[in-house]
């Protein structure tokens, strides 16, 4: 976008390669996405057209086992009839919070919501909401409803999304892939820096000098996009600001298993549990079926083999373990460190500084919601 309104643009990449957790794993005709599977097409279908990236919207089924194993339904006959009613419940309760939660980046914050998401829902009566968010929430990576705050919840899951996964809507997927859209970007983009970490960044008079273990250099402006160390931004509050926001460490296996069908399917007592996996979700191509399970922790030898001994046991023959990737997603706050007015003051210095901070550090980290912010942020700023 910067690039489109004639302003040079320079990317420093810690990776070999850009694209974050949009990763593709290709294997001769086999594409298997190992971090964003699917997208909400509120207004992502804007940028793929633009791009000219393939996608289809299909829908997803869904499993859910209990702690043996079982197959079980995710809500009871009873609790379905009466989330209806919970469901207008909740819609006129967040209009109360219309101001907070409406918007594409965070923003002021209201006292109400930021308490965990289990104890807001339990305080307004809404227990079944609980058993419909809990499975989504953590196995997307976003945490336990018992430790995540309201206001994280809602603006992740607001009612429009929560319509569309009790509805079950038709979900898109890129055909070629997350990668083809991260190489359609890097197309339009002139210099990017691979494999290079950013040591420190300071204001000096009108310019940001950015530097790196190879040199340094000067720039009009610099955009943060992720969480960076403590002490590499020379800028107090931005510094303070780095300190408190924690990311979510999260591991995708990649497996070939029997083909047979199999569906997406949830782990009902893992549900935010570290060490433990959350969900798996199933590729099928030319007589090949890969599953991709989702937990938190850290790549280990132990951790994977507990994933490897669930899927197992869950009735699934594992042909052998395709790779085990490390992420580290949802930067966000924990209630000690959650303020009514944090994400304001980001938005208020970044009117005055040189230096911002965005996309998922300010904005919910759905690629679409993503997309809709960085382009607000272009238009206002540039």
């Known amino acids: 976008m910067l690039e489109k309104k004639g302003i040079g643009v320079t990317v420093y990449e810690k990776q070999e390669h850009i694209g974050g957790h949009c990763r593709t794993l290709i294997n001769k005709d086999n594409l298997v996405e190992l971090g964003t599977v699917f997208c909400f097409s509120q207004h992502i279908k804007e940028l793929l057209i633009e791009l000219d990236v393939d996608y289809t919207e299909r829908f997803t089924y869904r499993n859910f086992l209990d702690e043996h194993f079982s197959k079980v339904e995710h809500l009871s006959r009873e609790n379905v009839s009466a989330l209806t009613d919970e469901l207008i419940k909740l819609e006129k309760i967040l209009k109360k919070y ?49 430790e995540l705050q309201a206001y994280y919840a809602f603006n992740i899951f ?17 055909n070629k892939g997350m990668d083809e859209v991260i190489s359609k970007l890097s197309q339009n983009i002139s210099d990017i820096r691979y494999s290079i970490e950013v040591k420190n960044i300071e204001s000096t008079y009108e310019k940001v000098k950015v530097e790196t273990e190879y040199g340094s250099e000067l720039f009009d402006k610099v955009l ?95 042909k052998h373990l395709i790779t085990a990737k490390q992420w580290y997603i949802f930067p966000h706050l924990k209630a000690q460190n959650l303020t009514p007015n944090f994400y304001k003051d980001i938005l208020e210095r970044q009117k005055v500084s040189n230096i911002c901070l965005i996309g998922s550090l300010v904005s919910r ?8 912010s960085i382009k607000q942020f272009i238009s206002q700023t540039f």
Not at 98 to 127: K, Q
């Open 98 to 146: 219309t101001s907070s939660l409406n918007t594409i980046n965070y923003g002021h914050i209201h006292e109400d919501l930021m308490v965990p998401l289990i104890d807001f829902l339990r305080n307004n009566e809404l227990e079944i909401i609980c058993g419909l968010l809990a499975p989504h929430l953590s196995s997307f990576g976003f945490g336990n409803i018992c």
């Open 158 to 174: 607001n009612m429009d999304t929560i319509q569309s996964l009790i509805r079950g809507d038709r979900l898109l997927f890129v």
């Open 224 to 318: 943060i996009t992720t969480k960076l160390p403590k002490d590499v931004i020379k800028d107090d509050l931005y510094n303070q600001l780095m300190k408190k926001i924690d990311t979510n460490p999260y591991i995708t296996c990649a497996y070939e298993v029997e083909n047979r069908n199999i569906v997406t399917t949830y782990y009902k007592a893992n549900l935010g549990q570290s060490e433990k996996i959350q969900f798996f979700h199933t590729f099928r191509q030319n007589n090949k079926t890969t599953l991709v399970a989702y937990a938190y922790g850290s790549v280990s030898k132990e951790l994977v083999g507990s994933i490897t001994a669930d899927i197992e046991n869950s009735g699934i023959h594992i």
């Open 365 to 372: 980290p759905a690629i679409s919601n993503l997309y809709a």
